[in-house]
């Protein structure tokens, strides 16, 4: 970039925000804003970059430019690029050339005509503080503390050193559902993981009743958002993989409420771009609608979670109420690093046919993620099915496939794994347990 003329750069405005002193200890100089905010932090001040640590480090000093293509920030021979900088505690965002850009959504913040960071995407959510975006310790001997970021390897979820694992464990119920709310809480998962469970997944709706996208009120997504955070808290805890589920069901196409997706995931993997154990599930059922339309949603969700989460393993749901995995091999999503499709079974309703379809995948190089089945029928009730479900569950495991059960609510219906008179929210016992409870506590023991 040439032609560099040095212009003032709304100093006036700077200099009243970012009132203060520099200041001098045994460390080197710091600086102190005058409005009860502490010390600077891996930003510029008048010019001076401080470090993360807190001190100005003189060889990166900087300042605003300018020529005829726009505005950038020079310091030395070196100029920010595909970065967000705070420059007298405003955040601007330079392009992939070093120019400011204005006017636009970078992921989920908004830059104003004058480049700076005004408002994010939800703007019902408060602005997380930077320590909850620290990656979080595991408690030892747990399987997120063992197991570390997991990674896709041709068809199998893999840990951190490559080997292959199966996550098991059980669906939340829909999380704002009376029938299974309560369950959400540290003990219930608690309970779960003493089965041997490493994985909870939760199910938030979009469209049934008090669903992400339906009554929108500010009161319903906040609750919604606090009991996402809450239970991601405890499932970290505990050291258990959670998946965030967008629980398209109703709306058939993931692209009914796109607007709303890309929210939601930019809002969920700023949030959780650290947590090695938060898995997202993009769309939990498609149905009346084609893989086309699926891949074409997943080609504009995937990228906005890998803004802020690199690596993090995410789940495409498949045409069918998550049926069709033996039509992706032939067009996969564009960015496949860590991506598995998503197969749900009732083994009632779904028989050879299905577990077919599951082969083909594997057989074509599919990953698959079973992340909800029940051994009843499709509707979540009427009889169980164990001659299917032990086909299902042989062929489960002998793959490596990992599976969660559906659901973790006391709901009088045969996929509810607590009976319906218990009205315990943790610590459930067999006896509390229901047929299709039991047949999952003892899938996960191994028995
Ligand atoms: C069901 C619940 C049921 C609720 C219904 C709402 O079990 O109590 O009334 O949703 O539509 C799925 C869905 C899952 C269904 C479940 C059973 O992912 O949301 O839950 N099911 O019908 N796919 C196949 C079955």
């Not at 510029?44 to 970059?49: A, E, Q, S, T």
């Not at 939800?122 to 975006?133: F, N």
């Not at 906040?222 to 993989?241: D, F, P, Q, R």
């Not at 009732?346 to 990953?367: F, M, V």
């Amino acid at each position: 970039m040439l032609m560099i003329w040095v212009l003032p750069f709304r100093s006036e405005a700077a200099t009243k925000s970012v009132a203060g002193t520099w200041k001098k200890d045994s460390k080197g100089w710091y600086y102190q804003f005058k409005d009860g905010s502490g010390k600077a932090k891996s930003e510029y001040i008048k010019g001076r970059w401080v470090n993360a640590k807190g001190y100005w480090e003189k060889k990166w000093d900087g300042k605003w430019c300018h020529n005829a293509k726009g505005w950038w920030f020079q310091a030395g021979s070196w100029y920010p690029k595909k970065k967000w900088v705070t420059i007298d505690r405003k955040t601007y965002y330079f392009n992939a050339s070093g120019y400011m850009v204005t006017n636009q959504w970078i992921g989920r913040r908004y830059v104003n005509k004058d480049g700076v960071w005004t408002k994010t995407r939800a703007g019902k959510l408060v602005e997380p503080k930077t320590s909850q975006l620290k990656k979080p310790t595991y408690p030892a001997g747990s399987p997120a503390k063992k197991w570390g970021a997991l990674q896709v390897k041709g068809t199998k979820l893999v840990n951190s050193a490559g080997t292959a694992v199966q996550l098991k464990g059980v669906s939340t119920f829909g999380i704002i559902w009376d029938e299974g709310r309560y369950n959400i809480n540290l003990d219930g998962f608690k309970t779960v993981k003493s089965w041997g469970a490493n994985a909870i997944r939760l199910a938030v709706y979009t469209e049934e009743y008090g669903g992400y996208c339906v009554d929108w009120d500010s009161v319903k997504t906040s609750e919604l958002n606090k009991t996402i955070a809450n239970a991601v808290s405890y499932a970290t805890k505990l050291g258990m993989y959670v998946i965030i589920d967008w629980h398209i069901l109703n709306d058939g196409n993931p692209n009914t409420h796109i607007k709303e997706a890309k929210q939601f995931f930019a809002d969920m993997s700023y949030k959780y771009g650290k947590y090695t154990n938060v898995l997202y599930e993009i769309c939990n059922e498609p149905n009346n609608t084609d893989w086309a339309s699926v891949k074409s949603y997943a080609d504009t969700i995937i990228p906005i979670i890998r803004e802020n989460d690199s690596d993090a393993i995410i789940l495409v749901g498949t045409p069918t109420w998550s049926q069709d995995v033996d039509l992706v091999a032939k067009n996969p999503v564009k960015k496949t690093k860590n991506v598995m499709y998503v197969l749900h079974f009732y083994a009632s309703t779904h028989g050879d046919n299905i577990r077919s379809k599951l082969k083909t995948a594997l057989k074509n190089g599919t990953p698959v993620f079973v992340s909800e089945f029940s051994i009843c029928a499709a509707d979540g009730n009427g009889s169980i099915d164990y001659t299917s479900a032990a086909a299902w569950k042989k062929l489960i495991n002998s793959n490596k496939v990992s599976y969660i059960g559906w659901s973790l609510s006391n709901k009088n219906e045969t996929s509810a794994l607590i009976k319906n008179s218990c009205s315990k929210h943790s610590g459930w016992k067999d006896s509390d347990l229901t047929e299709t409870g039991k047949y999952l506590k003892k899938w996960i023991q191994g028995k």
